[in-house]
């Protein structure tokens, strides 16, 4: 009973490095979603997808890119990173009453 | 598009205070309301929701929310906190229709009890 699985749980990248943050679910929701905390910003949508083979953009979605083979997995790819992506990312699976987080990556561009 | 406005970014109560947190949202349709808690270096749980019906609803630890319409508002309340309750908590809203669950947070507000 995993419910939503991210990894890893910490990265440290330099700047123009790429890489993938991966998050799975098991609890078969159509709708998954990436988010981004910042101190006194609250969660912001990166992007969102409502099932497989579909995506779309949310609030700030310059710099990452996203697909969705799956029902199960839906990683976030940053493709040159920029100090200005530092921030916790969550996962989140959710149906229309909820949404499941997983317990978020640390990343820190230097 | 819809919006939440959590009120104050920082309530510091002193233990077995009661507390309020405020939130108040925007939205041309029908919303569903959530309140999450985000205890330090953890993510985020859902501490309670209205989605329909009473509009009182309460959590397993003595939290309770009142969905207001007239008001646009969903405070979050406590009648005596402990020190274990101190975590930033985020008012979120979403449609209560569609297929499109996107949630949009408030950005939250850090309660802070001191023995």
């Known amino acids: 009973n995993a419910g939503v699985t991210q990894t890893p749980k910490f990265q440290v990248l330099k700047t123009g490095q790429s890489m993938t943050l991966q998050c799975a679910q098991d609890m078969n929701h159509e709708y998954m979603s990436w988010y981004r905390q910042d101190p006194g910003m609250g969660l912001r949508l990166i992007h969102y997808?409502?099932?497989?083979?579909?995506?779309d953009q949310g609030e700030v979605p310059n710099g990452y890119n996203v697909s969705r083979s799956t029902t199960e997995d839906f990683p976030l790819r940053l493709l040159s990173a920029a100090p200005s992506q530092t921030s916790v990312y969550f996962c989140a699976s959710s149906t229309a009453y909820g949404y499941t987080f997983g317990s978020g990556t640390r990343l820190t561009v230097v | 598009a819809q919006s939440v406005t959590q009120l104050d970014s920082q309530v510091p109560v002193f233990e077995e205070a009661p507390v309020e947190l405020r939130c108040n949202y925007s939205?041309?349709?029908?919303?569903?309301l959530f309140w999450y808690v985000q205890y330090p270096n953890q993510g985020l749980q859902l501490l309670l929701k209205?989605?329909?019906?009473?509009?009182l609803v309460e959590s397993i630890n003595g939290f309770e929310a009142e969905f207001n319409k007239s008001q646009t508002s969903f405070h979050l309340r406590k009648p005596s906190v402990h020190i274990s309750d101190t975590a930033e908590y985020f008012c979120a809203v979403t449609n209560s229709g569609g297929s499109n669950y996107k949630l949009t947070f408030g950005k939250g507000t850090l309660l802070t009890v001191n023995p």
């Open positions: 939205s041309s349709v029908s919303v569903y």
């Open positions: 997808s409502v099932g497989a083979g579909i995506t």
């Open positions: 209205y989605l329909s019906g009473s509009t």
